[in-house]
């Protein structure tokens, strides 16, 4: 099974068994919110249970709107370039047939060199004209080979489960570390494709090399820690010299992962075994890992989710800041 | 945040020069000509087509230092600005932040690209890819 796979595989495990153990709790600790909200007795154990209805709250309601987010910004982009659409040309419907990916394509008439794999169903691969323009007929294929993995995995389909999964599981940060790692990997496993079919790494490199940015001054040499490739470097790697992206979480989300976890089965099952009210101590803990754990991946995903991802102009592209150089 | 997305939606639309102002591509067509001028320079090559007011001019060149696009230098009293760019760079950079501004506008979109991140790519990675490009590896 490929890399990617894996991943996604790793990260639905991940995913559903949270979702379970957070659902039994939810199902323990209801009827106790309940008996709070209408005007019953406020011992501990039912201030807790409220605590973590709130929690449970706010993750269905990011799950959703991280899920609304991605479909309206997809459909938006999409509006957007396709009212630019063109005919395809008889040399790239010659490609795309040959690779059985007929009526698949869609090309929009823009200067910027792109292609992307997009919908969910029935998912379709858009290139620009700008992107055809640059690439001979063997770069081309390569595109396509690599876009024709993303088609057939459904991958567009992929990463909003795996972000909805993200957001809603908040307090199990690790599920987000797992997506970013997903997310370089479904590259390297389409590349890989691509790489296989085409019996050599040369087009696909140079498709790659056509239509990167311009330079950026910053010189960090190959041998930097793998976290802080950007995709496109991770794949030049892989394409370079195999070197695969490891697997690496952080410590502190794994910690606060499991300690959340583990604290929310603690909160599920003594609960639901003693339903008298619990002690003071055997509360304070699990609630507390519970709630670090939801403050600390509550502050990532509604940046997330609620804010747009603008890391890239704030550090590089303001349109005139200051000269750099 | 907000003004930058809004000015990248309107150069989406109106393409390379929409980040300037009618006056300011005036003023910029100008400096790339001349290469460099100063403030008076500017108003009399536009008294021609375009009389507009000493103060005017001042305050879109000034602008267009405080965005970066000018570079200037002392000269007794006066200012002499010069473009900070080429007309061929202003035009790269631009395009350069639009095709970043493509997937950070949109935000979350659900899409598994080719070209995908659009992100850094420092120099060893550059000459690496552009070796294997042009091997039979």
New interface residues.
Partial sequence: MRTADRAFGLLVLLALGSSALLITLLAALLPRGFAVVTGGTADIASVVAVLVLILATFGVTLGLA?LF???L??L??IR?LLSRRVTVSRRVGDVAARLELAGRIDVVRD????????W?RRPRICLSTG?IRRLDDAELRA?LL??RY?LRQR???R??IA?YFAAGLYVVPVVEELVEYYTVQ??VA?DQAAVRAMG???EL?????K??????D?????LVPVGSL????A???Q??DGRAVPLALSRASVALSGGALAAAAVLAFADGLHPAPLTLPALLGPASLLLAAAASGAAHQVR??VL???H??ES????????TR | MPDDVRRLKRARRDGPNAFLGPLETAVMDRLWKRKQATVRDVVDDLAKSRPLAYTTVMTIMTRLHAKGLLVRDRDGKTYVYRPAFTRDEHRARLSQDLVRGLVDEFGDVALAQFTAELDSVDASHRAALRRIAGSDK
Avoid: M, N, W
């Fill in positions: 991280s987010r991605q479909l910004a997809t938006s982009l957007t200067p910027r060199p792109f292609s992307f794999c997009y969910f992107l595109v690599h876009e993303h991958d567009p389909l990463l909003v972000r479904k590259e389409a050599g790494v040369r490199a140079s498709a790659l090399f239509v990167l940015p311009d330079a950026d910053v010189d960090l040499g190959l950007s995709v496109t470097e794949r030049i790697e394409l370079v997330l989710v747009r991802p603008s890239s102009y590089t592209s303001l349109p005139f800041g200051p000269r």
